[in-house]
């Protein structure tokens, strides 16, 4: 009945120990799970924020659509502008038509009224020729009748043949002179239609110069405001770019440190968390660890004191029953108990010898992709360090600790025994 009583004994406070680590590890998951929480709803406001970022970009955009159309009236205008130039140039090429035509009509008159005049030069001049020689022929015969009178009359009909050709002779005379009359005054009245002719013309020159003189005004009047109207939407075209580009600029900015702060501070969150959750399973461990030592140093004193008890009743000669062996506690599952002193010196006498301190029972793989990341980039330069297990050095867990105001995460990188790095990569 004593050994039922001490075995029953004992099972109630394996039983109580149970309950104390079940609850331990309870509180421990529901602070990891408001952490979690946490971070969760952190993540929750960067994604607002970066839908807000979202809306900002889709603004711009439309920004950017009106700059747009603002560019399609600019190349209307440009169109209108051409068109334009098309119809001045259209305009030139009916005048030069025109005055082509004009002078081809004007030239066959003038070709006419100077050829007429030729002619009548000409036959001004066969005119005057004959005339001379009619008025020398008259100035002969007149002579020769003189000299006649002088001389007795002999011969009627002589004198009367000479009569006759000088009465002709004067007849064509008087009828050459009318012609000369006639032939100057087709000569006159062609000198004054060839001055009315290049009269016209002048006039017609002249109205054709004030006509180019407006032309050209006009020109440059409408290529200034042409220039003005294509400057200033050229000035506002490079204004509108350059807010344009600068909000672009400030928005890409601002989303990329908000991106940069949400990766950041979920990065530092997750691995905060998961630190923090290696720091409780270690601790966890070290606790079961130490409650099991203790439990095995109780079963010892418990065992001493059957032996002892059933060694008493053996001296006595008492028939005690045979009892099975049961595995026990101990026989389920073993925890590691922490060393007391660890090999490595952790304040070494050399300030340059590198420590790395990392956690073997973690089994977070972003902890050991760091430590591997850390350890590759140790040996490209050839540096010597040493690996410290926390999880199996109290001692290096303490001097951690103590070089350490606040929690952050594995793994940490000392240089002569004190603390140098904020995070594995510098």
């Known amino acids: 009945m004593e050994h039922l009583e001490v075995i029953a004994k004992q099972t109630t406070e394996l039983e109580k120990l149970r309950n104390q680590l079940t609850e331990t590890s309870g509180t421990q998951t529901q602070e990891m799970e408001e952490q979690y929480k946490q971070a969760l709803s952190d993540i929750e406001a960067k994604e607002a924020l970066l839908e807000e970022s979202k809306k900002e970009m889709a603004a711009l955009k439309e920004t950017l659509e009106s700059i747009q159309q603002e560019s399609q009236t600019a190349q209307l205008l440009a169109e209108k502008d051409k068109l334009l130039k098309e119809k001045e140039d259209e305009l030139e090429n009916i005048q030069h038509q025109w005055e082509s035509e004009r002078a081809e ?82 000569n006159n009245q062609l000198e004054t239609q060839k001055l009315k002719h290049e009269a016209i013309l002048e006039s017609h020159a002249k109205a054709m110069a004030e006509k180019d003189k407006k032309l050209e005004k006009l020109k440059q009047s409408h290529e200034t405001a042409i220039g003005n109207l294509e400057r ?63 439990h095995q140093e109780q079963i010892s004193v418990m065992k001493q004191g059957q032996q002892s008890e059933l060694q008493q009743l053996s001296d006595k000669n008492m028939v005690t029953p045979k009892l099975r062996k049961t595995g026990g506690p101990g026989s389920k599952f073993k925890w590691p108990a922490p060393e007391i002193s660890v090999s490595v010196d952790l304040s070494p006498r050399d300030l340059k010898e590198i420590h790395i301190y990392t956690s073997s029972i973690s089994a977070n793989p972003k902890l050991k992709r760091e430590e591997k990341e850390v350890i590759d980039s140790l040996e490209s330069y050839n540096l010597k360090y040493k690996i410290i297990d926390v999880a199996k050095s109290e001692l290096a867990l303490q001097h951690m600790r103590k070089h350490n105001a606040k929690s952050r995460t594995l793994p940490q990188i000392f240089l002569g025994g004190s603390y140098k790095c904020v995070s594995y990569k510098e």
């Open 232 to 294: 200033n939407q050229t000035e506002n075209l490079n204004k509108l770019q350059l807010k344009y580009d600068k909000d672009i600029s400030l928005l890409n900015e601002r989303l990329r440190l908000a991106e940069g702060q949400a990766k950041n501070t979920m990065d530092d969150e997750v691995s905060k968390i998961l630190y923090e959750f290696e720091q409780y399973e270690h601790n966890h461990s070290l606790e079961v660890a130490t409650l099991q030592q203790e």
């Open 105 to 186: 009509l004007v030239k066959p008159a003038l070709a006419q009224v100077t050829c007429q005049l030729e002619e009548l030069k000409e036959t001004n001049k066969v005119v005057m020729e004959r005339l001379g020689e009619k008025e020398n022929e008259l100035a002969e015969l007149r002579a020769q009748f003189n000299r006649k009178e002088r001389k007795p009359k002999s011969g009627t009909t002589k004198d009367q043949e000479h009569q006759k050709r000088l009465n002709r002779l004067t007849t064509d005379l008087e009828n050459d002179r009318m012609l000369m009359q006639r032939l100057d005054e087709l």
